[in-house]
């Protein structure tokens, strides 16, 4: 009896292995905040990169011809009259109700190739890969342009009636769950589940997410019209 109550006492103060038991709760903890941080620091400095390729974005359409067909090249009387009578050219779009048309068109940033002699759609493709250019560099790896939005709207407050056409340009980078902009590189889920004992591995985390939303807006100066570059 003496003998089992020695052995006992020995074992409890017995601390050979102690380390690495220690080392396997905390290494997958650590493992999991390290892989954090860095998963979510690519997610921090892709999101502020990509709402800088929005803003050079609608910069750059501000003052080139416009990405979308079907808009005009100067504010177009409403199809109702204001409630003083019929405006007069000159007259500022805010002036009343009615006074310029309202126009609102939006398209990706893909434009198909022009025909032969189309010249419109030459300059809306020559905008398209100048805004790309300058804005790749700056996207989540795997973007494309069908990523980037573009609107063309109607702003009051904007223009004249029958001066040159100076919407509200919105650039706006769109996602979806099928076609994500980002994924994490590291297996957060499975780790999560080591760190909380778990073996199964049963975890539905998904380790792509949809790109949040954003967008860049300016009012267009003219739109291709002048002289001046940008």
């Given at each position: 009896?003496?003998?089992?109550?020695?052995?006992?006492?020995r074992f409890?103060?017995d601390?050979?292995?102690?380390?690495?038991v220690?080392?396997?709760?905390?290494?997958?903890?650590?493992?999991?905040?390290?892989?954090a941080?860095?998963?979510?620091?690519?997610?921090?400095?892709?999101?502020?990169s990509?709402?800088?390729?929005t803003e050079?974005?609608?910069?750059?359409?501000s003052v080139?011809p416009?990405?979308?067909a079907?808009?005009?090249?100067q504010?177009?009387?409403?199809?109702?009259?204001p409630a003083s009578?019929?405006?007069?050219?000159?007259?500022?779009c805010?002036?009343?109700?009615?006074?310029?048309?309202?126009?609102?068109?939006?398209?990706?940033?893909?434009?198909?190739?022009?025909?032969?002699?189309?010249?419109?759609?030459a300059?809306?493709?020559?905008?398209?890969?100048?805004?790309?250019r300058?804005?790749?560099?700056?996207?989540p790896?795997g973007?494309q342009?069908?990523?980037?939005?573009?609107?063309y709207?109607?702003d009051?407050?904007l223009?004249?009636?029958?001066?040159?056409?100076?919407p509200?340009?919105?650039v706006e980078i769109v996602?979806?769950r099928?076609d994500?902009?980002f994924e994490?590189?590291?297996?957060?889920?499975?780790?999560?589940?080591l760190?909380?004992?778990s073996?199964?591995?049963?975890?539905?985390?998904s380790r792509?997410?949809a790109?949040p939303r954003?967008s860049?807006?300016?009012?267009?100066?003219?739109?291709?019209?002048?002289?001046g570059t940008?």
């Amino acid at each position: 009896m003496t003998v089992g109550r020695h052995t006992l006492r020995r074992f409890r103060r017995d601390e050979r292995g102690s380390t690495l038991v220690e080392l396997a709760i905390i290494l997958p903890l650590t493992f999991l905040m390290i892989f954090a941080i860095v998963d979510y620091g690519r997610l921090h400095w892709l999101v502020s990169s990509s709402r800088k390729a929005t803003e050079i974005a609608v910069r750059v359409a501000s003052v080139r011809p416009p990405i979308c067909a079907g808009l005009p090249e100067q504010h177009e009387p409403a199809a109702q009259d204001p409630a003083s009578g019929p405006a007069r050219f000159g007259t500022l779009c805010r002036a009343e109700a009615n006074v310029c048309a309202s126009v609102a068109v939006s398209c990706s940033l893909e434009v198909p190739a022009p025909g032969s002699g189309d010249t419109a759609g030459a300059l809306r493709l020559a905008t398209s890969d100048e805004i790309w250019r300058r804005i790749e560099p700056l996207m989540p790896p795997g973007s494309q342009k069908t990523h980037i939005r573009i609107a063309y709207e109607t702003d009051a407050d904007l223009g004249f009636l029958g001066g040159p056409f100076t919407p509200e340009i919105t650039v706006e980078i769109v996602d979806t769950r099928q076609d994500p902009l980002f994924e994490f590189v590291m297996p957060l889920g499975p780790l999560a589940e080591l760190a909380s004992g778990s073996t199964t591995f049963s975890s539905t985390w998904s380790r792509a997410v949809a790109f949040p939303r954003m967008s860049a807006s300016l009012p267009a100066e003219d739109l291709g019209n002048g002289t001046g570059t940008n």
